[in-house]
């Protein structure tokens, strides 16, 4: 019989990551695993009952186990608490019903579950970090540093970091950060560097390149960490300097509020257009564009961010516009040459990474350098084996968080 594991995560399926970074990987192991799915679904995606009905049918046919939970944001605070209540319960529960050999943590509050879970009946636990999520709340303004949910939360980290498994980071950036302050607790520690990866098959360079220049940019922008206002100025430099050229925002977030800081005078008018799209239209969104822009918030809080983005994007043949500061970004950017960074945002600044990525897009070897960077660095395929090495390890007797 396959080893039963259980997969826990705050993250929807019904959402575009849940899709990307969640199921995409369990595809993989689901034919060597007997695998429990644990999601947090929210009320818009629950809504759907056709996606729903036919997510259920793709987990049943992978031999998926799917419990979809709710997923509740507020009251602040309160909520996530109430949540991990219950997530204790749900996961000991199905730990035990299912004689699982691992939990596999996507993120902190289901790894700190993970952890009492682990203590109480001896299964492992990888500790899927994704990012430093302290430090992200802290520079979005949803936590001061040295607070006692702040020191309570780096308390759950350094405990998670000691105790699981074993660890996963998106980035060798965020390893190298944890091993300068939590050298103990890390001693002797299996860590894997698992970058977001994409679905290569799916997220490939157009058939025929669109005749239209289209700067695109996917994903949130309203979370906190997304550089707004530098995406304000570089829309702004390239409106000015390129008229044929048209914005295209895919994203989930509100589109007034979106447009109301990117064009608050209306400038931009038609020009730019801001909608969602289904998890399953996306590379087709990407296919269409020229290139895309992606600012985040730089230091500590972004040494752990691998942007899934990016990885679809340059699976698309795309390069990307972005900032330094961010993970691994600009590492991959330099040594591939598959982008341009932007130093400030400032008009100047904004108006040499657009002189930059023209130059950039005149490269006839540029869509072809993109698809090889997202081939080595990306690829599913090596980050679901890397997976399952893990998986593999710790299933056939790995060291137990309970030792």
């Known amino acids: 019989m396959m080893p039963s594991t259980i997969y826990l995560t705050r993250n929807g399926l019904l959402e575009p ?15 060597r695993y007997r695998i429990t799915l644990i999601t947090y679904e929210k009320a818009e995606d629950r809504a759907d009952i056709t996606r729903m009905d036919a997510m259920r049918a793709e987990c049943a046919a992978l031999g998926i186990q799917w419990l979809p939970q709710h997923f509740r944001a507020s009251p602040k605070v309160i909520a996530p608490a109430l949540s991990m209540v219950r997530m204790v ?3 000991l529960r199905e730990t035990r019903g299912q004689n699982a050999r691992l939990i596999h943590a996507r993120s902190y509050i289901p790894a ?18 994704r990012a430093l999520w302290p430090e992200e709340l802290i520079t979005a303004g949803r936590l001061t540093r040295g607070s006692l949910l702040h020191r309570a939360m780096v308390a759950a980290e ?31 520690q299996r860590i894997a560097v698992i970058p ?17 220049r289209v700067i695109g940019c996917l994903g949130t922008v309203l979370s906190g960490w997304f550089r707004l206002d530098w995406l304000a100025a570089f829309l702004k430099v390239v409106a000015e300097q390129a008229p ?11 589109a007034a509020q979106v447009r109301a800081a990117l064009d608050p005078d209306g400038h931009l008018g038609s020009r730019l257009t801001i909608a969602p799209a289904a998890p399953e239209d996306v590379h087709q969104v990407i296919q269409g564009q020229t290139a895309s822009v992606m600012f985040f918030t730089d230091g500590l809080s972004k040494l752990g961010s691998s942007p899934t983005r990016m990885a679809e994007i340059l699976g698309c043949g795309m390069p990307v516009v972005a900032n330094d500061g961010v993970g691994d970004v600009a ?28 130059a950039l897009l005149q490269d006839p070897d540029i869509a072809e350098r993109c698809r090889r960077a997202a081939e080595e660095v990306f690829s599913l395929e090596a980050g679901t084996a890397a997976y399952a090495q893990l ?7 790995g060291r137990r968080c309970a030792d």
């Open 17 to 31: 990551l849940g899709q990307s970074q969640v199921l995409a990987y369990l595809r993989g192991l689901s034919g």
């Open 89 to 91: 319960w749900l996961l």
């Open 112 to 129: 700190a579950v993970a952890l009492i879970v682990s203590r109480l009946t001896g299964v492992p636990f990888i500790f899927d970090m």
């Open 158 to 188: 350094r405990a998670c970091l000691a105790r699981g498994g074993a660890v996963v980071s998106l980035t060798h950036a965020a390893v190298e950060h944890l091993q300068r302050i939590y050298p103990d607790a890390l001693a002797g």
């Open 196 to 212: 977001t990866c994409a679905d290569l098959d799916r997220f490939v360079p157009p058939a025929q390149p669109s005749a239209k």
């Open 244 to 254: 044929d050229v048209v914005f295209e925002l895919t994203t989930r977030d509100d």
């Open 331 to 358: 590492y991959i950017i330099r040594k591939y040459r598959v982008g341009v960074l932007a130093h400030a945002p400032d008009p100047a600044s904004m108006a040499q990474a657009w002189n930059d990525l023209l």
């Open 391 to 397: 998986y593999s390890e710790l299933t056939d007797g």
